[in-house]
């Protein structure tokens, strides 16, 4: 007996979706399927940013028919593609999806949602977590755009639940296994990239100050994630990293010969007796130890 699924539609809540699109197709309508939401929507003339709220849900969408260009962010900044056939994408769990377009063809998308408890449940019996959200044309783009055609055209003849669940737990399973495969070292890669850029930014900002979401608005994370991946990158966290740039250049700067005044200015810190305080906890000694040398 197949389990009722409960979907987070946070996308569609309270969305005036007429703004945007004409639906044809709902698979929760006809065939009536709850283990996974299959949609297909023609897009309407451009009418400003459109915003789905945050969803728990794995959402997909496949881009059947159209052109132009879509401007779209989920949660890492405004990236630009172009409206065609074969286009694949992917909401980010838990973070707004915003978007706007102009089109010189009306364009045609298929939407597919997996609940999260379906994938949470389809993950654990691999024995892993969920599969992280990523681009899903990233090394597999053809087979995925291949299935969600496949859904739409079973939701159409009336496929039972029975197809709808299996088809449910393949989308998991192949995104599961494809991260496992290849997302690691990818995403190390990326995150390593981000890492740096934030620290040539620390560098570049020793004498003012430096907040974390500020840091994570550079790279285009989410603090939290921005957090993570520092920490994971590190060992530190970008407040103690910071820190330790200021007292290497604060040393720097003493062997110069600059007073402790004119050192606590130029790297970040409220004072002499604040800098002299962060100095000894991270060298063992006073700045004036430096300054005798």
């Known amino acids: ?48 940013e459109m915003v789905m709220p945050a969803s728990a849900d794995t959402h997909l969408w496949l881009i059947t028919g159209g052109a132009g260009k879509l401007h779209i962010d989920t949660g890492e900044g405004w990236r630009t593609t172009p409206i065609t056939p074969g286009e694949i994408g992917m909401a980010t769990p838990g973070v707004p999806t915003r978007l706007r377009y102009e089109t010189t063809a009306p364009m045609h998308s298929i939407h597919v949602h997996l609940p999260a408890e379906v994938v949470g449940r389809t993950a654990a019996e691999l024995g892993g977590p969920a599969p992280p959200a990523r681009d899903p044309a990233s090394g597999s783009g053809e087979l995925i755009g291949a299935v969600l055609k496949s859904l739409a055209a079973a939701t159409a003849a009336g496929a039972d639940e029975l197809y709808a669940d299996a088809a449910a737990r393949f989308l998991v399973v192949h995104l599961a296994i494809r991260d496992g495969r290849r997302d690691s070292a990818d995403r190390t890669r990326r995150e390593d990239v981000r890492v740096r850029k934030a620290i040539a930014y620390m560098r570049d900002r020793l004498g003012e100050p430096v907040r974390l ?47 402790v005044s004119q050192v606590a200015r130029r790297c970040g810190f409220s004072s002499p007796g604040h800098l002299s305080s962060a100095f000894l906890r991270e060298t063992g000694v006073r700045p004036s130890a430096v300054l005798a040398k």
Request: net charge positive; with cysteine.
């Open 1 to 48: 007996m197949q389990r009722e699924s409960r979907f987070d539609m946070g996308g569609y809540a309270g969305l005036d979706l007429d703004r945007f699109v004409r639906r044809s197709l709902c698979s929760w309508e006809r065939p009536g399927w709850r283990s996974l939401l299959v949609q297909k929507f023609e897009h309407l003339e451009a009418a400003g």
């Open 213 to 259: 979401a500020e840091l994570a608005e550079e790279v285009r994370l989410s603090p939290y994630h921005f957090l993570r991946v520092f920490k994971q990158a590190t060992g530190e966290t970008p407040g103690r990293y910071l820190t330790r740039l200021r007292i290497a250049h604060a040393t720097h700067l003493l062997e110069k010969g600059m007073t």
